[in-house]
């Protein structure tokens, strides 16, 4: 069993940063890959940014490639999701997950524990 708990989520205007962070606790973290995923009010939950186990590799929607940046610390059990150049677009509750195997991938099926989420709102 995986607990994540994110963090970091609040109220921001357009143009300006965030940082969320996701603590992961229970079955071994460093070998699985990590994703960070966001639902709308009305919308699917959608795929925003994955990491693998290491951390070597990272892979982004194409509408947040450039602004936001996904990492970890694995001594922290912790992955992070830097984002820049916040638009009112990027409203919405933002969950992590943790990954099947050792190599992320967009689909949901991929990922087997969710967070609870924590709501990021961008005024314009």
């Given amino acids: 069993q ?4 994110e ?3 609040g109220l921001v205007q357009a143009g300006g940063s965030l940082r969320l ?3 992961a606790s229970g079955r071994t973290f460093s070998g699985r890959a990590m994703g960070w995923f966001r639902q709308a009010p009305g919308k ?4 925003v940014a994955t990491i693998s186990g290491n951390g070597g590799s990272t892979y982004y929607a194409d509408s947040v490639k450039g602004r936001f940046t996904i990492s970890r ?7 992070y999701l830097q984002m820049n150049s916040l638009k009112p677009e990027d409203t919405a509750v933002y969950y992590c997950a943790t ?7 967009r689909e949901r099926s991929s990922y087997d524990y969710w967070g609870q989420g ?3 709102t961008v005024s314009s």
Avoid: P
């Fill in 21 to 23: 962070s996701c603590a």
């Fill in 2 to 5: 995986v607990q994540l708990v």
């Fill in 7 to 9: 963090s970091g989520g």
């Fill in 118 to 120: 924590t709501q990021v």
């Fill in 73 to 79: 610390d694995n001594a922290k059990n912790t992955v």
């Fill in 99 to 105: 990954g099947r195997g050792y190599w992320g991938a």
């Fill in 44 to 47: 699917e939950r959608e795929f």
